[in-house]
């Protein structure tokens, strides 16, 4: 199937660059050194895609205590250094942005400063001219704030927009927000991100080619 749209609003982190594997990777560590182990099912589900605020509370919820007051320091810090040294674009990412013609843009529950080097860093900055962080809005993903925002700022109506998304949180809020969602399943449950909400996923940006006619 090909969908019909005005604009496509992305999500930065597993869509765009590949970052989520790392972050899950980091967090499944630093949650077990505190006594928390987490299988992937519940990692995906409960963690990947909200904000960091979100997460920690999370995991504090689920150990039955607080974390120590360090840790969300030395999750960045851990974090940054890998991906200063490899950050990567999703593969395909590049072919597939070089052949949309409509208008783009990026809506991330990353930060700023986290968002801009990423871009930065795979040199897709000028490419996401149009672009929104967690600290633009109220309300992170799940909220539909993100996206909202984003379909505003393009002048599109958000039934005209298509999201691309991977996380449940992302899901969550593209559909909140009234715009039809395509799941990148690389590495995620169809069937999670099915119940999510997604329209659609895909397992390779080509195939992502084909859904939006490119």
Do not use: W
Not at 181 to 193: G, I, N, R, Y
């Amino acid at each position: 199937m090909t969908y019909s749209y005005k604009a496509i609003i992305f999500d930065c982190d597993g869509v765009i660059v590949d970052t989520e594997n790392i972050s899950n990777t980091i967090l499944k560590t630093m949650l077990s050194e505190c006594g928390l182990e987490l299988d992937d099912e519940t990692l995906h589900a409960k963690f990947t895609g909200f904000t960091n605020k979100e997460n920690l509370l999370n995991a504090e919820k689920l150990l039955g205590k607080p974390l120590p007051t360090n840790f969300d320091e030395d999750y960045r810090q851990r974090f940054h250094r890998i991906i200063e040294a490899d950050l990567e674009p999703i593969t395909g990412v590049r072919d597939l942005l070089s052949k949309i013609t409509a208008p783009i843009a990026m809506a991330t529950n990353a930060r700023r400063q986290e968002m801009n080097f990423k871009l930065d860093k795979i040199q897709l900055t000028e490419r996401f001219s149009t672009r929104f962080c967690v600290e633009d809005v109220e309300h992170g993903k799940p909220a539909p704030d993100l996206y909202l925002k984003a379909a505003k700022a393009l002048n599109v109506e958000p039934e005209d927009c298509l999201v691309i998304e991977d996380s449940v949180a992302g899901i969550t809020a593209g559909r909140a927000a009234g715009m039809r969602v395509l799941a990148f399943s690389e590495t995620l449950d169809e069937k999670m991100q099915t119940a999510a909400g997604a329209t659609e996923c895909f397992k390779t940006m080509k195939q992502l080619e084909g859904l939006l006619g490119l």
